[in-house]
């Protein structure tokens, strides 16, 4: 079957970084845009970011906006979420989803995505 897995996911004292990172199984993802969601205890699904599947045009979301930085190395088959000044407040499981094509735009909805992975877990505490 076609999967997302992620990983990079851990525990980082606030103002710490991390790396999360979405690798395909079963397709290849540069036909695909990929969306990050994440989502706390007890709160809904917030969208993150997401990168076209041509790689030419990303979204932020404002909480996350020139903190976090997604890219796609089409050569590993993955897509990344750089994670850079983390906050408490971003502590949440956080998702990959590749919906097919998109190519020159990518939309932070959830019902877009046709395809999710598990999820990683993400903790920022001191």
């Known amino acids: 079957q076609l999967q997302l897995v992620e990983s990079g996911g851990g525990l980082v004292q606030p103002g710490g970084s991390l790396r999360l990172s979405c690798a395909a199984s079963?397709?290849?993802?540069?036909?695909?845009?990929i969306g990050w969601f994440r989502q706390a205890p007890g709160k809904e699904r917030e969208a993150v970011s997401c990168?076209?599947?041509?790689?030419?045009?990303?979204n932020y979301a404002d909480p996350v906006k020139s903190r976090f930085t997604i890219s796609r190395d089409n050569a590993k088959n993955t897509v990344y979420l750089q994670m850079n000044s983390l906050k408490p407040e971003d502590t949440a499981v956080y998702y990959c989803a590749a919906v097919r094509n998109f190519q020159r735009v990518c939309l932070i909805r959830g019902w877009v995505y046709d395809y999710w992975g598990q999820g990683t877990q993400v903790t920022v505490s001191s």
């Open positions: 079963g397709f290849t993802l540069d036909d695909y845009a």
């Open positions: 990168i076209s599947s041509s790689g030419g045009s990303t």
